[in-house]
């Protein structure tokens, strides 16, 4: 869903010269090739975000290629800096740090095993720490 949202926020204001290349990860191979979570796809379509994306495993050749790795959670960021190689060129962090307010949490907690709710929580948290992202690290607000 970050990736989805973050694209969808990226495209809408025009900022695909400066955001190049979004894609998601995970850092296990268990979901390699699914789809997303139908309950995701939903939630994406709720808010008129078009998501097309079939899972994929972070490899260390990413720690090179993308200038931000941004994880979920705590675990993923502990992972991530376990797999990271030296040579990496990218900020390995977690989104919720670019939150705009306590009002979310840094950490987006996975929703599978909740209700609906869960979903849009996480929408919108992809969409305060996505707009804030911007604002913090190109300078343009985004309403």
Not at 31 to 46: E, L, P, V
Not at 90 to 99: A, D, K, L, T
């Amino acid at each position: 869903m970050a990736e989805a949202v973050f694209t969808h926020i990226v495209n809408q204001n025009g900022l695909t010269d400066r955001i190049t290349h979004i894609d998601s990860f995970g850092t296990a191979g268990y979901h390699i090739g699914d789809r997303s979570d139908s309950r995701t796809i939903q939630t994406c379509k709720n808010h008129k975000i078009p998501i097309n994306h079939r899972g994929q495993q972070i490899k260390s050749k990413h720690f090179t290629e993308f200038d931000y790795i941004l994880c979920m959670d705590s675990s993923n960021l502990y992972n991530l800096k376990k797999i990271q190689p030296s040579n990496c060129n990218s900020i390995v962090e977690m989104f919720g740090e670019w939150r705009s307010s306590s009002k979310f949490d840094k950490i987006i907690d996975d929703p599978y095993y909740g209700g609906d709710d869960g979903f849009e929580r996480c929408y919108l948290q992809c969409v305060d720490f996505s707009k804030n992202f911007i604002k913090k690290e190109l300078g343009i607000n985004i309403d």
